[in-house]
């Protein structure tokens, strides 16, 4: 994810057809991948890490939040395949960054809200006492 917070002026050089398209289009298709995997992967934390979302209020609060850091990783995902389409396209240039800067702020919610997820999924039962 980190690929797409890189500053805009550095990822996209004057015209896109020259100096490395190959290499940026690779790097938003890693991010799309590593979008969709953190997806599945919030996804399954309620599947394999908690009790049933019915027996308890923290186990209830796990699913929404592994929801929510789920479905906000996977349109980070499908950004980055929008953004990679248009840049394959030659829609993308240095005067035309916009989805490449939504892209990037976008990402780094999907990290921050990512983190705060896992640090209230699973904090509370590492301080609960034994």
Same mark, same amino acid.
């Given at each position: 994810?980190? !690929? #797409? %917070?890189?500053?805009? %002026?550095?990822?996209? =050089?004057?015209?896109?057809?020259?100096?490395?398209?190959?290499?940026?289009? @690779?790097? +938003?298709? !890693?991010?799309?991948?590593?979008?969709? *995997? @953190?997806?599945?992967?919030?996804?399954?934390?309620?599947?394999?890490?908690?009790?049933? =979302?019915? %027996?308890? @209020? /923290? *186990?209830?609060?796990? +699913?929404? $939040? %592994?929801?929510? =850091?789920?479905?906000?990783?996977?349109?980070?995902? !499908?950004?980055?395949?929008l953004v990679a389409a248009q840049c394959r396209a030659g829609f993308?240039? #240095?005067?035309? *960054?916009?989805? $490449? &800067?939504?892209? &990037? $702020?976008?990402?780094?919610? !999907?990290?921050?809200?990512?983190?705060?997820?896992?640090?209230?999924? /699973? $904090?509370?039962?590492?301080?609960a006492p034994a």
């Amino acid at each position: 994810m980190m !690929v #797409a %917070s890189w500053p805009s %002026s550095s990822v996209l =050089a004057p015209s896109w057809a020259t100096a490395g398209a190959a290499l940026r289009l @690779a790097a +938003l298709i !890693v991010v799309a991948i590593g979008g969709a *995997a @953190a997806a599945s992967g919030f996804a399954l934390i309620p599947l394999w890490l908690s009790p049933p =979302a019915g %027996s308890h @209020a /923290y *186990a209830a609060c796990v +699913l929404a $939040l %592994s929801l929510f =850091a789920a479905l906000h990783a996977g349109l980070a995902a !499908v950004g980055a395949m929008l953004v990679a389409a248009q840049c394959r396209a030659g829609f993308v240039s #240095a005067s035309k *960054a916009g989805a $490449l &800067r939504i892209l &990037r $702020l976008w990402c780094r919610f !999907v990290g921050a809200a990512g983190t705060v997820v896992l640090i209230a999924t /699973y $904090l509370p039962p590492w301080l609960a006492p034994a």
